[in-house]
């Protein structure tokens, strides 16, 4: 029997059945996975698609496949420890690894606009987005409660990543010149280690719980 969350988004990823209910589900997938990055393009980043080409459905499809792929690794290894953050995490990863996203399809007021982290910073989003909604949700049940409290440490902790300094003024070296506002804070260095450093799903959700776990630990009863 394959398990479901009731949340269709880990559920079409999640899959266990038959190859041909697989292919189907990677279908899915790769279909909210569009929708969900042209919504991460035009209301998060500012980017209208200006080419039909924005995204290679090709490459949509692989990361779909390989997301599913990975899942059912996932489960045969740990048949009752499969949550939505690994879900979260294997298909953060595949976004990564095999960038769908045309980085020159874009303009935003009307420029062309060629961000060369585009793929990163879309894969953050998304992480960031799926961990806020399983949070909301419920889906997060026996690892966190989903009251509104932990709703908002989540939002914050999210918030700081984005916008808190790291470095004194001079101090950092690393400079993205597709947006300066990400120069210097977690946030690219967060993208600056998904674009150039070798990475697994695995790393991806050890990060995700180190972030997530001192919000467990200060919402467990006293």
């Known amino acids: 029997m394959t398990e479901t969350t009731g949340n269709p988004n880990f559920d ?8 041909a209910d697989a292919v ?21 980043l500012g980017l209208m698609p200006a080419r039909l080409g924005w995204a290679s459905s090709r490459t949509m499809a692989d990361v779909a496949r390989q997301s599913i792929q990975s899942m059912k690794d996932y489960r045969h290894r740990y048949p009752f420890a499969v949550s939505p953050l690994k879900y979260i995490s294997v298909i953060t990863f595949w976004i990564v690894k095999l960038k769908p996203i045309n980085v020159m399809a874009f303009k935003r007021n009307g420029r062309w606009v060629e961000s060369t982290n585009l793929n990163e910073r879309v894969a953050y989003i998304w992480m960031r987005d799926k961990i ?6 419920g889906d997060l049940k026996g690892f966190l409660a989903s009251d509104e409290s932990i709703v908002l440490a989540i939002e914050n902790m999210f918030e700081t990543i984005e916008n808190e300094t790291l470095y004194e003024e001079g ?28 990475i697994t ?4 959700y ?13 919402s467990a009863p006293r």
Not at 172 to 196: A, G
Not at 206 to 218: G, V
Request: glycine residues 0%; hydrophobic residues 40%.
């Open 24 to 44: 189907e589900s990677a279908k899915v997938l790769a279909k909210m996975l569009r929708t969900d990055f042209e919504h991460i393009l035009t209301n998060s």
């Open 12 to 19: 079409a990823a999640s899959s266990n059945s038959p190859d």
């Open 171 to 198: 101090d950092s070296d690393s400079v993205d010149p597709d947006d300066n506002r990400l120069r210097n804070n977690k946030q690219y260095e967060t993208l600056y280690y998904l674009r150039f450093k070798k």
């Open 201 to 204: 799903a695995i790393n991806i």
């Open 132 to 137: 806020l909604q399983a949070a909301q949700s």
């Open 206 to 218: 050890e990060s995700i719980l180190h972030l997530l776990l001192p919000i467990k630990a200060f």
